[in-house]
């Protein structure tokens, strides 16, 4: 859930009517992107704190959200593929989740992109 202090935040971020009683929803958005095709090491990781994850996972196969978790994805030479990070997002106007958000956003085709480039063959 999506602190009150957080709600407030968004409202003087985003613009919207103080009295505004939306939802959120998880979702998962791609970081660190310079980070791809690098190694899995101490400067990497460096990176990945900056993130103030709730955990990190390398090389993942979870299909349960947590909030703030960094997901990991390296190859057998230990060469990062691909992160991402688990997030809520507030549900504003017609949005109805996150999988609606990213598909907006074409999200998904641009992760569709990375993973193709970056995915264990």
Known sequence: ?????????????ADFPSDYKGSSSSSTIPVLQFLYGRPF??????????????????????????????????????IIQYI????????LGDVENGHDLNNRVRLYEYKEELQEKFWFK
């Open 41 to 78: 090491d101490d400067y990497a990781k460096c990176f990945l704190l900056s993130l103030q994850p709730s955990s990190i996972v390398v090389n993942w196969n979870k299909l349960d959200a947590r909030r703030w978790r960094v997901n990991v994805r390296v190859d057998d030479q230990n």
């Open 1 to 13: 859930m999506i602190e009150e202090q957080d709600k407030e935040l968004f409202r003087q971020i």
């Open 84 to 91: 991402e990070q688990e997030v809520e997002v507030l549900c």
